[in-house]
């Protein structure tokens, strides 16, 4: 019986020909899953990563749905295990870390396309709803980027009182509110322009403004302040 020799041994292979594509023209010189395949053969260097690299594709939707799926279920498809999933937590981490680089470096609303890059890669994959405030100075830099709630597959709890309460003691001349919603459908509801008003609201005797309530989902998002509600 002929045993084919794996990329290890024969470094002419599909896996140094992948490489070598990679490192003259880059990363968008290979399509999806000959990237992913690619990444997975350095965490599983003596295996064939290409059935595994297109199983991940279509149990996720493609390779933002890979970088973002929880740990627990990387680890239900077959052939992956803890220093495969790892490795992608390592990257989603290291995409993320540049994302937020480039978004926080610069004052906000000069640089809006990267925070919404960053926000969307960030939350878009959650299956629960979770709240984040930005907290900007008079400037309108990055202060804090806080985590305030997390919930159900369609509600997490915000509270007016608390977001102004943090604002006051961070020196917050104005936020921005970020939420997702797991559905994929970035349609404000009724609670969600309730609460951007609330908001508002306490906000304004603090002379704290209310930027933007922007609603992240895989199917893009929604600034409540463009469709007129702040």
């Known amino acids: ?90 990257a989603h981490g290291i995409a993320l870390r540049l994302l937020k680089r480039e978004s926080h470096d610069r004052p906000i609303l000069g640089n809006w396309q990267a925070l919404l890059d960053y926000l969307h890669a960030d939350m878009m ?22 985590l305030t709630g997390e919930g159900t597959v369609d509600e997490a709890p915000v509270y007016a009182r608390e977001v102004a309460r943090r604002a006051v003691q961070l020196g917050s001349a104005a936020v921005i509110l970020v939420h997702n919603h797991p559905s994929g459908d970035a349609t404000p509801s009724r609670a969600d322009i309730d609460v951007t008003r609330t908001i508002a609201a306490a906000l304004k005797p603090l002379s704290v403004a209310l930027h933007d309530h922007i609603i992240v989902a895989k199917g893009g998002h929604t600034s409540l302040r463009a469709q007129g509600v702040i």
């Open 125 to 146: 994959h959650h299956t629960i709803e979770r709240v984040r405030v930005l907290h900007l100075d008079s400037k309108n830099r990055l202060i804090r980027d806080e």
């Open 1 to 90: 019986m002929t045993v084919p020799a794996t990329d290890v041994e024969d470094p002419a292979g599909h896996r140094a020909r992948l490489r070598d594509r990679l490192l003259e023209h880059g990363g968008e010189a290979l399509p999806d899953y000959e990237l992913l395949e690619y990444f997975l053969a350095v965490a599983i260097p003596r295996r064939d990563t290409k059935p595994l690299a297109k199983a991940l594709l279509r149990e996720f939707g493609g390779l933002s749905g890979v970088m973002t799926a929880h740990p627990d279920r990387l680890l239900a498809v077959k052939g992956m295990g803890a220093i495969s999933v790892a490795a992608i937590k390592a």
